[in-house]
């Protein structure tokens, strides 16, 4: 069975920095665009960044020149390095991925369960 697992959330003062990790496992053939989605309290579910597999990035014009989305190929893992944080960044952030199990030519979209990022004032 096919899980998206993130881990890095915490608790952090305004102007800190935090990394964010999710890793895929399972039948895997091929990861393709991983993203972070977050949920801000009261709010929906926005966009982050995402990376394709190539490496070609865009992000939240929020977010932009504060956090930086990668990927490690081999590992199936993305990465969202946060810095500057701010008050507003304080959320449910979520690891999204398009994932090709098998050779098959087919492809399924999976969600993380979500890991808590708070930036106090």
């Known amino acids: 069975q096919l899980q998206l697992v993130e881990s890095g959330g915490g608790l952090v003062q305004a102007g800190g920095s935090l990394i964010l990790s999710c890793a895929a496992s399972?039948?895997?053939?091929?990861?393709?665009?991983m993203g972070w989605y977050r949920q801000p309290p009261g709010k929906q579910r926005e966009l982050v960044a995402q990376?394709?597999?190539?490496?070609?990035?865009t992000y939240a014009d929020t977010v932009k020149g504060r956090f930086t989305i990668s990927r490690d190929n081999a590992k199936n893992t993305a990465y969202l390095q946060m810095n500057s944080l701010k008050p507003e960044d304080t959320g449910v952030y979520y690891c999204?991925?398009?994932?090709?199990?098998?050779?098959?030519?087919?492809?399924?979209?999976?969600w993380g369960q979500g890991t808590q990022v708070t930036v106090s004032s």
């Open positions: 399972g039948t895997i053939f091929r990861v393709n665009i």
């Open positions: 990376v394709t597999r190539g490496g070609y990035t």
């Open positions: 999204n991925a398009d994932v090709r199990p098998t050779i098959l030519p087919s492809e399924s979209n999976y």
